[in-house]
C-alpha cells in the first residue's frame, strides 16, 4: 500500500458529462501530480499541485482542470467528456517540490466514457 | 521535444534467464532518472538515479545511468514469474517536470 488515496475505483459516464476523481496523498506529502494512461499510451503528465498551488502543466486539455485544497487532498475535473477520455487516472504524491523525486502512486480511477 | 525512449517494447523470457531493460532520454535540464514497476495498477518504485557510472542494487535488479550517451539499464538476473510486469522509466528535470517512456512489457514464463 503506498499510502495514496484514490476515489473512485471505477466510474462509467456517459460523453458530455462532468466527473471528479479525488485523490489524498501520503501524509507529509506536499506535491500531488495526476497522469492518465490510455491502453495504447504510458503514462501521461497531466498537472502537479505543491502546498496548494499549480507548479506544473503538462499535456493536460482545457477541458480539464485540478485543485489541491488546504489539507492538501486533490480534485480532478473532467468535464464535457468523450469517448477518447476513457483511461486509468493515476494520483501520485511526493514529500518535495521537484518532479524528479520519488513519487508514490495510487491505485487510480478507471474511467469509461460511454 | 522532450522525450523517453524504452526498448524492448516487450520481452518474453523464460524462469531463470537474464534480462537487460533500456531507457534513453532526451530531457532539458535533466535532473534523475527513476524507474517503476506495474503490475497490475499503479506503479511502484524501483530505482532513482543521478549519478553516472554508479549502479544501484536491490535484490535480483540493478540500475545504471549514463549521463553522458542519455540513457539507463535495468538488469533483472534469475528471473521469476512475479518480475512479470510492465516496466516504467522515466526522466525527471529541474523545471518540475517528469516524462514517461511508454515502458517495456516483460513476460516471464515458468
Known amino acids: 500500500d503506498s499510502g495514496v488515496t484514490q476515489t473512485p475505483k471505477h466510474l462509467i459516464t456517459a460523453t458530455g458529462q462532468r466527473v471528479t476523481l479525488r485523490c489524498s496523498p501520503r501524509s507529509g506529502d506536499l506535491s500531488v501530480y495526476w497522469y492518465q494512461q490510455s491502453l495504447d499510451q504510458g503514462l501521461q503528465f497531466l498537472i502537479q499541485?505543491?502546498?496548494?498551488?499549480?507548479?506544473a502543466k503538462g499535456n493536460i486539455l482545457e477541458r480539464f482542470s485540478a485543485q489541491q485544497f488546504p489539507d492538501l487532498h486533490s480534485e480532478l475535473n473532467l468535464s464535457s467528456l468523450e469517448l477518447g477520455d476513457s483511461a486509468l487516472y493515476f494520483c501520485?504524491?511526493?514529500?518535495?517540490?521537484?518532479?524528479?523525486?520519488?513519487?508514490?502512486f495510487g491505485a487510480g480511477t478507471r474511467l469509461s466514457v460511454l | 521535444e522532450d522525450k523517453v525512449v524504452q526498448s524492448p517494447l516487450s520481452l518474453v523470457v523464460h524462469e531463470g534467464d537474464t534480462v537487460t531493460l533500456n531507457c534513453s532520454y532526451e530531457?532539458?535540464?535533466?535532473?534523475?532518472l527513476l524507474w517503476y514497476k506495474q503490475e497490475k495498477k499503479a506503479p511502484t518504485f524501483l530505482f532513482m538515479l543521478?549519478?553516472?557510472?554508479i549502479e544501484k542494487k536491490s535484490g535480483r535488479l540493478s540500475s545504471i545511468l549514463d549521463k553522458k550517451e542519455l540513457f539507463s539499464i535495468l538488469n533483472i538476473t534469475a528471473t521469476q514469474t512475479g518480475d512479470s510486469a510492465v516496466y516504467l522509466c522515466a526522466a525527471g528535470s529541474s523545471a518540475s517536470k517528469i516524462i514517461f517512456g511508454s515502458g517495456t512489457r516483460l513476460s516471464i514464463r515458468p
Open positions: 501520485a504524491s511526493s514529500v518535495g517540490l521537484a518532479a524528479s523525486n520519488i513519487q508514490y
Open positions: 530531457v532539458t535540464n535533466f535532473r534523475s
Open positions: 543521478t549519478s553516472s557510472g
Open positions: 499541485y505543491y502546498n496548494g498551488e499549480e507548479r
